[in-house]
């Protein structure tokens, strides 16, 4: 069992910044890889990035490629998403996960999620 527990949320103008941070129960989340999920009112939710087990391989979805960055610290038992160039679009509840499958992008565990709404 993997309990996962976001943070960093919040209200900022589109154009600011955002870091948030999961922090991940356990002995073996240096073994997992991770991923950051987000879903917007009304719709279905989304990938948003991923990076492997010794943060050697990242994936990022089209639309925050460049703009967001995902990075891990296992000694912390810690990932965290660094959110640069925020837009109204990206205002969703954004859920940290333990990938079951890499290139499924299935998912085996979930944090409770955190509001991050972008005004414009």
């Known amino acids: 069992q993997v309990q996962l527990v976001e943070s960093g949320g919040g209200l900022v103008q589109a154009g600011g910044s955002l870091r948030l941070s999961c922090a991940a129960s356990?002995?073996?989340?240096?073994?997992?890889?991770m991923g950051w999920f987000r879903q917007a009112p009304g719709k279905e939710r989304e990938f948003v990035c991923a990076i492997s087990w010794s943060g050697g391989s990242t994936s990022y979805a089209d639309s925050v490629r460049g703009r967001f960055t995902i990075s891990r610290d296992n000694a912390k038992n810690t990932v965290y998403l660094q959110m640069n160039s925020l837009k109204p679009e990206d205002t969703a509840v954004y859920y940290c996960?333990?990938?079951?499958?890499?290139?499924?992008?299935?998912?085996?565990?979930w944090g409770q999620g955190t509001q991050v709404t972008i005004s414009s």
């Open positions: 996960a333990v990938l079951s499958n890499w290139y499924a992008r299935s998912v085996g565990y």
């Open positions: 356990g002995r073996t989340f240096s073994s997992y890889h």
